[in-house]
């Protein structure tokens, strides 16, 4: 029976991963576990008290975030209104949960429970979207320590150089500060040269080039050829962290439907494939955080100034493409490069911890069903976004860092919930853990330690393919 159950994943699912289709689970930010006591879990409303047998009767019992509204955004050409009503005071932990309470269905905790848990709550700093290192840390550290200001004066001093060289990615590694993190993130992706003297001039080439192509491909997204990607991307782009008033303004929408466009009619191999409209999200902050220093969450970006939008925009598009260069084929047909990914990743796990792989084999649980999102979204939609701002830091400052360093972090994240994963005893709970998992409390101190044990893995591993293997 147990046999017959673990058929390949692939063959269970009539539709091809390349295609677009929902992720499921998916919910920003992830569920906050101090609204349940220890010894309970969320109750929802469509789930048989039957256990679960496979991932797909799990995943067809169970409402899904992104089937939200869809048949609304079946007339969008004709009838799209890019107003969009932002709810005040969404960037409070409060308003966060109650709006993940009232958003998903299937949360069934009355107000009156909630009203009660919230009280009790411990009272935590709120962590700005885009914070200094220092105020990134759980615990409230001050804003800028004396360690901090140093590293700024030795970031400065590196970028002053005629030649950028490689101490400026070794410093990256452990994280960018804030006020300098844009000209960083800039040359480490390669968007930037290295010699002082070229960059702005190849900073004004590249930011005409990017609207050129507006000028010769944007007014095709109607066409029938290109009708269906455009259709896509504007139904993906309100979900795109819904719950930061930011990203629903119409002129912040307007943005990322042309960088998403321009780059999947310039990359027909893949095409725009869901998920990838996360990507630009990180790119878009940093860059916007050289214009805006407190509450970015609200701030209004019409406000700016046209060429500032421009530039904020066109900067995002090149190096989010940069980016998406080094890992394309998680994008192509069938998504090869995540399918990859995730072998390894169960390999890995297979033998740096037998007691995980061994629970996930006995419950039936399939890597593909949680990290196939962890690979195609880099850990986008299990970390608040401070979290992966952070994690880019150290991703573009090591060498092959979104492909193959991901790999260790996906490895260190998963050891990460270990006592929790092997206290779950059935295959719904495994799955509601892993595709919930309670990061939204995360700041960079437990950023640095999942760092830090991810480099140990590689170090361990990477270079030893048969280190532990029985």
């Known amino acids: 029976m147990a046999t017959d159950n673990r058929i390949n994943f692939w063959r269970r699912n009539a539709k091809v991963p390349g295609s677009v289709q929902p992720v499921y689970g998916a919910q920003h930010p992830p569920l906050d576990p101090r609204l349940y006591p220890k010894d309970t879990k969320p109750k929802f409303n469509n789930i048989k008290t039957k256990k679960a047998s496979s991932f797909h009767e799990f995943a067809r019992s169970t409402n899904d975030a992104w089937d939200i509204d869809d048949e609304e955004d079946e007339e969008f050409l004709g009838t799209f209104n890019p107003a969009v009503s932002i709810p005040p005071g969404l960037h409070t932990t409060s308003s966060i949960q109650n709006q993940v309470a009232t958003r998903f269905d299937f949360l069934s905790v009355s107000s009156k429970e909630n009203e009660l848990k ?9 962590i700005p979207l885009v914070a200094r290192i220092s105020d990134q840390n759980a615990s409230g550290a001050p804003p800028m320590t004396v360690r901090e200001k140093s590293r700024l004066d030795k970031f400065r001093q590196l970028l002053a150089s005629p030649n950028t060289d490689l101490d400026l990615r070794k410093h990256s590694w452990s994280g960018i500060p804030r006020e300098v993190r844009p000209i960083t993130w800039r040359l480490l992706s390669g968007y930037l040269p290295a010699n002082k003297e ?14 050129r192509f507006i ?15 455009y259709r896509q991307i504007h139904i993906d782009i309100p979900r795109t962290n819904p719950l930061i008033p930011l990203f629903q303004q119409p002129a912040v929408q307007e943005i990322f439907e042309r960088i998403l466009f321009i780059w999947a009619i310039r990359h027909p191999a893949s095409g725009y494939v869901q998920g990838i409209n996360d990507l630009v999200t990180p790119f878009f902050v940093v860059f916007l955080s050289e214009f805006v220093t407190e509450d970015m969450e609200n701030f209004d970006v019409a406000a700016l100034p046209l060429e500032t939008q421009r530039n904020i925009e066109a900067d995002s598009f090149w190096c989010m493409s940069k980016l998406l260069d080094g890992i394309q084929d998680n994008y192509t047909f069938a998504q090869p490069g995540i399918q990859n990914k995730v072998k390894a990743l169960e390999e890995l796990v297979s033998r740096i911890d037998e007691d995980i792989h061994n629970h996930f084999k006995r419950y039936e649980v399939e890597y593909l069903q949680f990290a196939f999102r962890w690979m195609n979204n880099l850990l986008m939609r299990e970390l608040p976004l401070r979290c992966t701002i952070r994690l880019w830091d150290t991703y573009q400052a090591e060498a092959e860092g979104f492909s193959r360093f991901h790999l260790y972090v996906c490895a260190a994240f998963l050891i990460k919930w270990r006592k929790e994963i092997l206290s779950m005893v059935d295959f719904q709970g495994l799955l509601m853990l892993l595709q919930n998992l309670p990061t939204i409390h995360w700041g960079n101190e437990e950023v640095g330690l999942l760092l830090a044990e991810a480099y140990r893995l590689k170090y361990m591993f990477a270079d030893a393919p048969s280190h532990y293997k029985r």
């Open 215 to 229: 000028e010769q491909y944007y007014h095709s997204r109607t066409d029938e050829h290109y009708k269906d990607t």
């Open 118 to 126: 919230q009280q009790s709550l411990p009272v935590r700093p709120i």
């Open 198 to 211: 070229r960059r702005e001039l190849v900073l004004k080439r590249k930011r005409e080039e990017y609207f």
